[in-house]
């Protein structure tokens, strides 16, 4: 039997991207046990074989069981030293498996306390990135122009629904605006965060590349949200949205119209007509295949997170039927994700190799998927900087596919 060509070391080679990963959903395990230890937060296990079995694990119930660790995470990231320096490790875990860029989200508003606000965490975590990329760009094969160099940005996300104990600044928030509707509260949320995200980029050259829509979208819709990314579009900043991960394609179509998303979080239940809410769309069928069309004729790109989607939304199966297939093939542009690397124990080129796998992408195939993650990045520099580096990255790419001797040959299976 002859060795297949389409290797774990090959994938690891390839240049990659990570256009969704948490940042608090992506520490290392031993990193947090430390700064937990440091900061008195209290863990169910003092070991990280502990942590594997209780709180990060292989397979869960649910998705609220998924999102426990969380809680463990995000109280260490609650100064400027622990946000950059998981910032800084996430950025080499990435890089040492092929990642050349990356957009690292999460939400300030969980991190912020009197005299730290949401400026001040994101030029923490903007600092650990700066750190990683400048370490890594002054590496002998970066520097002689035979790698491409490491990128990253930051994605501020705001938050669909949020309560007291979320943190200080959303519990203050609440209190100050007893008097309005719930959903008005988060609406202002969000736009106090556009404000603050534009400010740092703007005035202090954080690289903030974006702005997301993350939380629960069945009962919190993205219209409530819709004035904040008003503001997010005229401070050019690129739109993504997590949407039909826990609602149907309704979700998804919101996102784009009142959201203006240039690129969606997941859109698993996109071709899923049984979960289409409105009375008044009376044929489903033909409303998600105009939505379809839609999406692929503006390349709005999918943030497909396989690993992630499968531990949350248990009722998807196996990886064969997750949805990325018919992504596939409506010829939609989408990219490999994360999502959290530590909570759902994966990585980007285990990401890839279980997409190779499960639906038999050829090199050519493959090759085209790990350059529209480039392509579609939010990438924090001017557009003919951006173009010589995607040429860059396929010149890379092109020479991975010659040292490892696989033909990117559409008519192949499995890149013979």
């Known amino acids: 039997m002859s060795k297949p060509l389409l290797t774990e070391a090959f994938l690891r080679a390839l240049p990659k991207t990570d256009l969704h990963v948490h940042l608090d959903g992506s520490l290392r395990p031993e990193t947090l046990l430390e700064l937990a230890a440091e900061r008195k937060v209290e863990l169910p296990s003092q070991t990280v074989e502990g942590l594997m079995e209780l709180v990060f694990k292989e397979q869960y119930r649910d998705l609220p069981e998924y999102l426990q660790g969380f809680a463990y995470t995000t109280a260490v990231l609650q100064d400027p030293e622990s946000l950059a320096r998981c910032a800084y490790e996430l950025c080499q875990d990435a890089q040492e498996e092929g990642v050349r860029y990356m957009e690292i989200r999460f939400a300030p508003q969980l991190h912020t306390r009197p005299g730290f606000g949401i400026g001040e965490v994101l030029q923490a975590v903007a600092s650990g990135m700066a750190r990683a990329e400048k370490e890594f760009n002054q590496r002998p094969e970066v520097m002689r122009g035979s790698e491409p160099p490491f990128r990253a940005g930051i994605l501020v996300c705001a938050l669909r629904f949020f309560d007291q104990p979320f943190s200080r600044t959303y519990r203050e928030l609440l209190d100050a605006l007893a008097d309005l509707p719930q959903e008005k509260v988060f609406g202002l949320a969000s736009e106090a965060l556009v404000r603050a995200s534009v400010r740092a980029r703007d005035d ?163 090759g ?16 003919l900087e951006k173009r010589q580096y995607v040429r860059e990255v396929l010149d890379y790419r092109d020479a991975v596919f010659r040292k490892f001797g696989v033909t990117p040959d559409p008519t192949a299976h499995g890149g013979r």
């Open 204 to 366: 202090f050259g954080v690289a903030v590349v974006g702005v997301d829509l993350a939380g629960q979208e069945k009962g919190y819709p993205a219209e409530d949200h819709r004035e904040a990314y008003r503001l997010a579009h005229q401070a050019f900043l690129g739109k993504t949205v997590h949407a039909g991960e826990d609602y149907g394609p309704e979700s998804i179509f919101q996102a784009i119209t009142e959201c203006y998303a240039d690129r969606i979080g997941h859109g698993t239940w996109l071709f899923q007509e049984d979960r289409i809410r409105n009375s008044a769309i009376d044929d489903p069928g033909a409303y998600i295949d105009a939505l379809v069309q839609y999406i692929a004729d503006r390349r709005i790109t999918m943030e497909v997170c396989l690993s992630s989607n499968l531990q949350t939304l248990p009722v998807l199966g196996k990886i064969e039927d997750h949805p990325f297939g018919k992504m596939r093939a409506a010829k939609l542009s989408a990219t490999f994700c994360t999502d959290n690397r530590l909570v759902t124990r994966t990585s980007v080129t285990r990401e890839v190799q279980r997409a190779v796998a499960a639906f038999h992408l050829n090199a050519k195939e493959l």
């Open 368 to 383: 085209d998927l790990l350059v529209y993650g480039f392509k579609r990045s939010f990438f924090p520099g001017p557009y």
